[in-house]
């Protein structure tokens, strides 16, 4: 399973409740406000990391960008544009959006 | 593939718009299917015809329609949520007594029969919202 | 509903939001009460926000807006009859089953994982 989260970690808590309910195995993809999830440094950085251990974490390419903060990103994420977004999609057997 | 949308959101406010718009044309790109894009809740205002972004900015609603004429994609208003909020077809504003319809080129308004249809038929079922 | 049949999808519905702060709980349901004729394997999940939808004693007199919460109680009419609240949910906003509109099935987070993993669709709400 593919799990979306596009809020921003510092002010919903669905990136943590995602970390809380996805699979070992599934991924997730930081897309909108939700690649702020993926800076090194936050409050919830050990929490990503941790959950790195058992899920792929990637971020939309196009969101980090515009919001400046692709120097910020933590190691271990990885980019993909919105063609690695289709295929994350169809490499996983469903996707669960966070909204 | 075959993919199923929902977009959940309305244009310009928040984002979903574009991250399914640019998610569509990246699948298609692929070679891939998409088998409907069912608008629900205030997304149903990605279909009104009278969005007049400034010249400098995208036209979300007329990329919509453009899209639809160019890969025959099938977008779809569900009717609740557009009675809701204003959004009719030439049939729907006769039918309710309005003097005015708003639906831009390329959509249609339908049941919510569809989304469902939408989610068995496609290989993948895709909600972009807030 | 052309070529639909033979084919039966597991379809869950997942309910994250708070009714009347914004509409998505109402449309929600009434996709739920749509699908119902679909005749798929539907199941309805409410955890965070979204078990607030099921609280008892909704009064929105005083709002000026519809009480959609007894529609709740029509779902078994309408053959929905698995419906789950996450447990951790309900715990963290002080609430318990005896709270709740309708009967339902407690489930944990794992078990909330092990579902979503299950089901072939997942429309978010």
Redesign the interface.
């Known amino acids: ?1 593919l799990h979306t989260v596009n809020k921003s970690p510092f002010d919903r808590h669905s990136l943590e ?1 995602c970390l ?4 070992s195995g599934n991924a997730i993809l930081l897309i909108e406000d939700g690649v702020y999830g993926g800076i090194k440094g936050s409050i919830i950085e050990d929490k990503v990391k941790d959950a790195m251990k058992d899920v792929k974490i990637y971020a939309l390419e196009a969101d980090v960008n515009s919001r400046g903060i692709k120097n910020h990103i933590m190691d271990g994420i990885q980019l993909v544009d919105y063609s690695g977004f289709v295929d994350l999609t169809t490499e996983y057997d ?6 | 593939m075959k993919f199923g949308i ?1 977009v ?1 959101e309305g244009p310009y406010t928040h984002q979903a718009a574009d991250t399914a718009y640019n998610f569509i044309a990246a699948a298609l790109e692929k070679g891939h299917e998409i088998y409907r894009v069912f608008f ?2 205030d997304g149903v205002n990605n279909g009104t015809r009278l969005t007049t972004p400034p010249q400098d900015d995208r036209n979300i609603v007329k990329r919509w329609s453009e899209l639809a004429e160019k890969h025959e994609i099938d977008l779809v208003l569900c009717v ?2 557009a009675q809701r909020r204003g959004i009719a077809d030439a049939d729907e504003s006769k039918r309710n007594g309005k003097d005015a319809d708003n639906m831009a080129p390329g959509f249609r308004i339908s ?3 569809q ?3 939408a ?3 496609a290989d993948r ?1 895709v ?1 972009f ?1 807030d | ?4 049949a033979g ?1 039966i ?1 597991k ?1 869950m519905y ?1 309910n ?1 939001k708070a009714p009347y702060g914004t ?2 709980a109402l ?1 929600a349901l ?2 739920v009460l ?2 119902a ?2 005749e ?1 394997d539907v199941m309805m999940i409410f955890m ?1 926000d979204g078990v607030f939808q099921l609280k008892k004693e909704q009064d929105t007199k005083a709002l000026g807006v519809k009480n959609f919460s007894p529609t709740y109680r029509a779902l078994e009419m309408y053959d929905v009859e698995k419906i789950y609240v996450e447990k951790e949910s309900m715990e963290v906003r002080g609430l318990t089953v005896d709270d709740l509109i309708i009967p339902v099935e407690v489930k944990s ?1 794992e078990e ?3 579902m ?2 299950e ?7």
């Open positions: 399973m409740r809380r309910t996805c699979a469903k996707v669960q959006s966070w909204l | 929902m959940s629900y809740h609740a949520a049941g919510l029969g989304l469902l249809e989610s068995i038929q079922m909600v919202g | 509903m052309e070529e639909t084919e999808k379809i997942v994250r509409i998505y449309e009434e996709v749509i699908g004729a679909f798929q965070d987070n909330v994982t092990k979503m993993g089901a072939d669709v997942l429309l978010n709400f």
